[in-house]
């Protein structure tokens, strides 16, 4: 069974920056794409991040050139590094996986939820201006 656990949420004041982790367990050594989404209550989740399985990546516009996805080597740890933090960043942050298959190697990870079937149980990102 795959668990993810994010952590390193926080508050900051904006200019900041944070990591989050999200710590994976009971994957196997199968291509999957990680993403990280947030939330933000009366709102839907929206997608911040994706690594696919080739390790591209892809942001949603608004955190372009100021967050960044990657994996360890051993893909037992996704990071995402947020830095010059906005108020408008605050949310809930949700770490995300998909089931192994092909990819970046013949499919295309994408935004939709219904791509990912792991979640993790999400770390509270709230930015004070």
């Known amino acids: 069974q795959v668990q993810l656990v994010e952590s390193g949420g926080g508050s900051v004041q904006a200019g900041g920056s944070l990591r989050l982790s999200c710590a994976e367990s009971g994957t196997d050594n199968g291509r999957r794409c990680m993403a990280w989404f947030r939330q933000v209550p009366g709102q839907a989740r929206e997608g911040v991040a994706l690594l696919d399985g080739d390790h591209t990546t892809a942001y949603t516009t608004s955190v372009e050139g100021r967050f960044s996805i990657s994996q360890d080597d051993d893909r037992t740890t996704l990071y995402l590094q947020m830095n010059s933090l906005k108020p408008e960043d605050t949310a809930m942050y949700y770490c995300?996986?998909?089931?192994?298959?092909?990819w970046g190697a013949g499919r295309r990870c994408d935004w939709s939820l219904r791509t990912f079937t792991y979640w993790g149980q999400g770390t509270q990102v709230t930015v004070s201006s």
């Open positions: 995300a996986a998909t089931i192994p298959g092909p």
